[in-house]
């Protein structure tokens, strides 16, 4: 969200979805919206360090939070990497396939109109109820396809 500190997108991307999260789970946001790749549950409390009680953030505590951010739509898991990425205003409403490079680890979104309900409509032909679609593509970035 150009040019605004994590801590700053974490509010927009919270208030955008009417979600209320604790402090800590404001401060898991944050550290997710200064990355610049996707991040997973303990190199986020690592970067966390402690509480402000003084005890350490634990990732069963990070995870505890990053279920209730993807459930409100504030984040997004990247299965194939085990990792999470801040979900902006925008990209929350477009259809997209979230393609993940295997050299730098960075997540690009690319807007494919009504792929989930193409995909629904393909399984229900065949009688499959699907409970959530995920979609990624893995290869490789321009940058790294240059190396």
């Known amino acids: 969200m150009g040019g605004l500190s994590g801590a700053e997108t974490a509010a927009a991307i919270l208030t955008s979805r009417g ?36 005890r350490p953030v634990t990732p069963n505590s990070v995870y505890r939070i990053l279920k209730t951010l993807v459930e409100c739509g504030a984040v997004q898991h990247i299965e194939c990497q085990r990792a999470y990425i801040a979900r902006t205003v925008v990209d929350y409403a477009t259809s997209a396939v979230l393609c993940v490079c295997d050299g730098c680890g960075r ?14 409509a393909a399984a229900l032909g065949r009688e499959f109820h699907l409970h959530r679609q995920i979609i990624e593509a893995t290869g490789l970035c321009r940058e790294c396809s240059k190396s």
């Open 19 to 54: 979600a209320v999260v604790s402090l800590l789970g404001q401060r898991v946001l944050a550290t997710i919206c200064d990355q610049d790749k996707p991040v997973g549950a303990y190199e986020i409390a690592d970067k966390l360090g402690r509480r402000q009680n003084g």
């Open 107 to 120: 997540v690009d979104r690319i807007t494919v109109p009504n792929i989930e309900a193409e995909i629904a």
